[in-house]
């Protein structure tokens, strides 16, 4: 499992889309870039665990709604060119869409770490 937080997030990343990654991939004042997605989760996170007096049956399912889902905005990181793309989710795991790459790509991913979504 790769985390948002995870210093080697961007190492990891590069090992799916090559090196040209660190040099051409969006940068971070973009709002596709790891630092933005980082900055984003780490708002709603803020946001949802201020209160930890989560109790009534709903603010549960909210929550792991929260957990198990992209972050409400800005959750998309993208890989190189714009191909490959990684979702950010509410407990900060990031994972690597199936449905925005290949094959190849997907294999590359999985043995990085990243789970497929």
């Known amino acids: ?14 090992l799916v889309e090559s090196e040209q990654y660190r040099k051409q991939g969006p940068k971070s004042d973009s709002e596709y870039s790891l630092d933005a997605v980082k900055s984003q989760w ?27 889902r992209p972050i409400p905005e800005r959750c998309v990181i993208y890989g190189l060119g ?21 094959q190849v790509a997907q294999d590359k991913a999985e043995e990085a770490g990243f ?3």
């Open 1 to 14: 499992m790769i985390l948002i937080t995870d210093k080697n997030a961007l190492e990891k990343m590069i």
């Open 42 to 68: 780490e708002t709603c996170n803020a946001f949802y665990y201020v209160d930890a007096s989560i109790e009534t049956p709903m603010e549960i399912e909210e929550m792991k709604d929260f957990l198990n």
């Open 82 to 102: 714009g191909w490959n793309r990684y979702f950010c989710l509410g407990s900060g795991e990031v994972v690597f869409s199936r449905y925005h790459s290949t």
């Open 115 to 117: 789970r497929l979504w």
